[in-house]
């Protein structure tokens, strides 16, 4: 199960820190403050906070669990967005944020307002915040180590993610360190795919005339099938391209595999995880103990693993999990 996958223990397992909310948070107010939506991994990230957010107010854990997204990663909107949470009394803010520092002086205004921030994915580096971070140097740096164990080397094609965020950036220096540690591959060039398959194809499709043969694409997740797409357009060998759990991407690997034995991998954090910030917000209102900063796994799809993660994605989605209240207590648990 995906879930197993991405806790590293079996479901069971969780059920040892399961319990009910120990104060009364039925009167809470959660914001969402999101910097981007131009994609399939932020629709469903979205999607998720909408479904869990939804029952836990349905059920009274919180009054209302709302979501705001600046309209294209702009750090100034979703400082002035922060801003408006704070006048609006909100009790604790969740962030998916533009930039890890520029953001800090609105969430420390937000702090000492005494509203409670998490972050996660794109985080802050402000002291006062919580941090929910996936090791995103560590998953750049598997892709180019997976790599190495199909192929003997050659020229790689880098697809990046949205410029400027801290994510893009973190996966980018992981690639980049395993190219150092693995000196029989070549970056040829590198494009920002933005974490969409059209983006991703279209500047794919621009560079590919100037780039020599290559061996293998790495990327961010949501540019695989985009990727593909190109190169099967210029008319030129497929690649071995690491995928990010988009269902599209997963789609286009099954045909292959079946056709002519395409093997691959599939990493990416999972979108749900913007529903643990959630419930790490509300235990945070609920007077628990929690950590300044807890990791979480990224998740992984192997050549084993396609078929069952396939057809537990949505079309058009991206391979899922999210979270329960006895979920994030045992993340937390687990420090």
């Given at each position: 199960?995906?879930?197993?996958?991405?806790?590293?223990?079996?479901?069971?397992?969780?059920?040892?820190?399961?319990?009910?909310?120990?104060?009364?948070?039925?009167?809470?107010?959660?914001?969402?403050?999101?910097?981007?939506?131009?994609?399939?991994?932020?629709?469903?990230m979205l999607g998720s906070w909408d479904k869990v957010t939804s029952a836990a107010v349905a059920d009274g854990v919180v009054s209302e669990a709302p979501a705001f997204?600046?309209?294209?990663?702009?750090?100034?909107?979703?400082?002035?967005?922060?801003?408006?949470?704070?006048?609006?009394?909100?009790?604790?803010?969740?962030?998916?944020?533009?930039?890890?520092?520029?953001?800090?002086?609105?969430?420390?205004?937000?702090?000492?307002?005494?509203?409670?921030?998490?972050?996660?994915?794109?985080?802050?580096?402000?002291?006062?915040?919580?941090?929910?971070?996936?090791?995103?140097?560590?998953?750049?740096?598997?892709?180019?180590?997976?790599?190495?164990?199909?192929?003997?080397?050659?020229?790689?094609?880098?697809?990046?993610?949205?410029?400027?965020?801290?994510?893009?950036?973190?996966?980018?220096?992981?690639?980049?360190?395993?190219?150092?540690?693995?000196?029989?591959?070549?970056?040829?060039?590198?494009?920002?795919?933005?974490?969409?398959?059209?983006?991703?194809?279209?500047?794919?499709?621009?560079?590919?005339?100037?780039?020599?043969?290559?061996?293998?694409?790495?990327?961010?997740?949501?540019?695989?099938?985009?990727?593909?797409?190109?190169?099967?357009?210029?008319?030129?060998?497929?690649?071995?391209?690491?995928?990010?759990?988009?269902?599209?991407?997963?789609?286009?690997?099954?045909?292959?595999?079946?056709?002519?034995?395409?093997?691959?991998?599939?990493?990416?954090?999972?979108?749900?995880?913007?529903?643990?910030?959630?419930?790490?917000?509300?235990?945070?209102?609920?007077?628990?103990?929690?950590?300044?900063?807890?990791?979480?796994?990224?998740?992984?799809?192997?050549?084993?693993?396609?078929?069952?993660?396939?057809?537990?994605?949505?079309?058009?989605?991206?391979?899922?999990?999210?979270?329960?209240?006895?979920?994030?207590?045992?993340?937390?648990?687990?420090?």
């Amino acid at each position: 199960m995906l879930k197993k996958i991405l806790f590293g223990c079996s479901v069971a397992a969780l059920s040892v820190s399961a319990g009910m909310v120990h104060a009364d948070t039925s009167d809470k107010r959660i914001a969402l403050s999101n910097n981007y939506a131009g994609n399939s991994w932020r629709q469903a990230m979205l999607g998720s906070w909408d479904k869990v957010t939804s029952a836990a107010v349905a059920d009274g854990v919180v009054s209302e669990a709302p979501a705001f997204t600046t309209a294209e990663n702009q750090v100034t909107e979703q400082a002035a967005q922060i801003q408006n949470m704070i006048l609006e009394g909100y009790d604790a803010i969740v962030i998916n944020a533009a930039s890890p520092d520029a953001l800090n002086g609105a969430v420390k205004q937000a702090c000492d307002a005494g509203i409670v921030v998490v972050s996660f994915d794109g985080i802050v580096t402000e002291p006062c915040a919580y941090r929910i971070a996936v090791d995103f140097h560590a998953m750049g740096k598997v892709e180019v180590e997976y790599l190495a164990t199909r192929i003997d080397g050659g020229n790689l094609l880098e697809i990046r993610g949205l410029a400027g965020v801290f994510v893009d950036d973190e996966i980018s220096a992981g690639i980049h360190e395993g190219v150092a540690e693995n000196p029989q591959f070549e970056i040829a060039g590198s494009v920002h795919g933005d974490w969409a398959q059209d983006v991703a194809q279209k500047a794919v499709a621009g560079i590919l005339p100037s780039l020599p043969e290559i061996a293998g694409v790495v990327t961010q997740g949501g540019d695989g099938y985009g990727a593909a797409q190109a190169f099967a357009a210029a008319g030129r060998p497929t690649p071995l391209i690491v995928m990010g759990n988009r269902y599209d991407e997963m789609l286009w690997w099954k045909d292959q595999k079946d056709a002519n034995g395409y093997e691959t991998m599939s990493v990416s954090i999972a979108p749900g995880v913007g529903t643990l910030a959630f419930w790490v917000a509300q235990m945070i209102l609920d007077g628990q103990e929690v950590p300044q900063d807890l990791t979480v796994p990224f998740l992984t799809i192997t050549q084993d693993t396609l078929e069952e993660s396939l057809a537990n994605t949505q079309p058009g989605g991206v391979a899922n999990v999210e979270y329960s209240l006895e979920d994030a207590k045992a993340v937390v648990a687990g420090g």
